[in-house]
């Protein structure tokens, strides 16, 4: 039988996630999600299975190119 333990992270660990992910560079359509400790995109990323890249033109997610489909 495999145990898998988990310790949550410590609250200074959170901090230094947001901090780290505060001073990323992101697209500027992106929010920042608080519970995500994150910044996420307008529109949800699509389900297909398929790799996506973020089009902040087109403010949608385009397939990767050169990714056979």
Do not use: C
Not at 13 to 41: M, T
């Amino acid at each position: 039988m495999i145990t898998i333990s988990y310790t949550p992270p410590t609250p200074e660990q959170i901090a230094q996630a947001r901090a780290n992910a505060l001073a990323a560079s992101h697209p500027a359509s992106w929010v920042w999600d608080e519970a995500a400790v994150s910044f996420v995109p307008p529109i949800p990323l699509p389900t297909d299975g398929l790799p996506k890249l973020w089009d902040e033109d087109s403010q949608s997610f385009i397939p990767f190119p050169g990714f056979p489909t």
